[in-house]
Nanobody, 121 residues
Framework: QVQLVESGGGLVQAGGSLRLSCAASGRGFVMGWFRQAPGKEREFVATINWNGGSVSYTDSVKGRFTISRENAKNTVYLQMNSLKPEDTAVYYC?????????????????WGQGTQVTVSS
């Protein structure tokens, strides 16, 4: 069983930045970030493979968000810049055992508890 613990959420004004972190209890996983706003389905945000050589982003965050990982610390990050009110959601970290990136939440094996990100206008 892999445990994922997110941190770094909070309240920020539009145009501001936040960095989310996700610490994993194991290694060797593709990692992903997803988000869920009230009344909406959970949606893909970004994913990164084991060596960082393959990443993918949803169109709405391209150029603003950056996913990265530090394998020595079993940690993945999501740097979020130029935040918009529509980025407001609970952000979840997820891990999957197979080493190819995936955007469908159902393809991830482990999930964190989520961290709230609120962007005020």
């Amino acid at each position: 069983q892999v445990q994922l613990v997110e941190s770094g959420g909070g309240l920020v004004q539009a145009g501001g930045s936040l960095r989310l972190s996700c610490a994993a209890s194991g290694r060797g996983f593709v990692m992903g970030w997803f988000r869920q706003a009230p009344g909406k389905e959970r949606e893909f945000v970004a994913t990164i493979n084991w060596n960082g050589g393959s990443v993918s982003y949803t169109d709405s965050v391209k150029g603003r968000f950056t996913i990265s990982r530090e394998n020595a610390k079993n940690t993945v990050y999501l740097q979020m810049n130029s935040l918009k009110p529509e980025d407001t959601a609970v952000y979840y970290c997820a891990a999957r055992s197979l080493d190819y990136i995936e955007v469908r939440p159902g393809e991830y094996d482990y999930w964190g508890q989520g961290t709230q990100v609120t962007v005020s206008s």
